[in-house]
């Protein structure tokens, strides 16, 4: 499969680019950027062409895998899949729900293939546990907490100059990861309830179709000593904990690649489609407007 990178920022250089040079079936044909000098550098270190000529670079691909932040990323997925792109998305998928909505329509009516890039979800470990916990079912409750350091005062997080993280804060880039997680085990959410903690920290309560009820605690801003992550299910089988990461996003990278090759082989979606990019967007945006309302929304 041809693909090319839309995006030369530090996880287009620090994963997509790496991983796409090295990838057993993956022909990695070209770097676009917004900047061509940006461009034209990434995609010299691996003796591809880079520039910012898109439909040069939609032309010439099979797919695409997008490091960009989301209020540029959606109108680009829905025209890589107008020229018939298989499209690798990044998290969230949109900051709003209409946008992330077009990008499914857009991959729907192409026929194209689409998976987003929640790593957890494509873990060496994480992956099996999440599929065994699904199938085990009769759990109860959920806690996820995913307390990163980004924006603390002594941070050396190379995502501390995101502007659009400084912006939405954790509850749209750390909470995509929670949901990822939790929504396959426990059922679609049915209602969230959102709450202010210090500085970027948000508390989620969500209510699940099956019956279940879970708690998130979102952060960019907690100091180092204190962060890390973790999810815990309680339920008729007793206490379970998520598997810690043991591996960096590259190996779950390549998972991902894996999925959206064998979707757009076999035609099948994958359970981390477009679509369910679009879910993750409407119960976070329902978030938001519990927060500035401070009532239970409906999902």
């Not at 990822?180 to 959410?189: E, F, K, R």
């Not at 179709?209 to 339920?235: D, I, N, Y």
């Given at each position: ?10 996880w ?29 550098a ?28 989301p ?16 499209l ?20 729907e ?50 995502y ?9 804060g ?25 709450v ?48 810690a990461?043991?591996?960096g996003?590259a190996?779950a ?15 099948e ?11 993750t967007?409407e ?14 929304v409906?999902?």
């Amino acid at each position: 499969m041809r693909i090319g990178l839309l995006g030369t920022g530090t996880w287009a250089e620090r994963v997509h680019a790496p991983v796409l040079a090295e990838h057993p079936g993956v022909e990695f044909a070209g770097v676009w950027g917004r900047r061509p000098e940006a461009a034209e550098a990434l995609g010299g270190r691996y003796g591809v062409p880079g520039g910012a000529d898109l439909d040069r670079l939609l032309a010439e691909v099979d797919a695409v895998t997008i490091a960009l932040p989301p209020t540029v990323q959606a109108d680009l997925a829905v025209r890589a899949a107008e020229a018939g792109c298989h499209l690798l998305l990044d998290k969230p998928v949109a900051f709003t729900v209409p946008d992330a909505r077009r990008v499914v329509e857009a991959a729907e009516a192409h026929r194209v293939a689409s998976v987003v890039f929640f790593t957890v979800r494509f873990g060496g470990d994480q992956l099996p546990w999440i599929e065994e916990q699904a199938a085990v079912g009769g759990w109860f409750t959920g806690r996820s907490d995913w307390l990163g350091s980004v924006f603390a005062p002594d941070s050396a997080s190379p995502y501390a100059a995101s502007p659009w993280r400084r912006e939405k804060g954790a509850l749209w880039d750390v909470g995509p990861h929670a949901l990822s997680v939790l929504l396959p085990v426990l059922g679609d959410a049915t209602a969230v309830t959102a709450v202010a903690g210090p500085l970027d920290t948000v508390h989620l309560v969500l209510r699940h179709a099956g019956g279940a009820s879970s708690t998130l605690a979102l952060s960019l801003t907690a100091p180092v000593a204190g962060g890390g992550t973790g999810m815990e299910l309680r339920g008729e089988s007793g206490t379970v904990q998520l598997p810690a990461r043991g591996e960096g996003p590259a190996a779950a990278f390549h998972r991902a690649l894996d999925a959206l090759m064998a979707s757009a082989r076999t035609g099948e979606p994958h359970p981390c489609s477009a679509a369910f990019g679009l879910r993750t967007v409407e119960i976070l945006a329902a978030a938001e407007r519990s927060l500035a309302t401070g009532a239970t929304v409906e999902v």
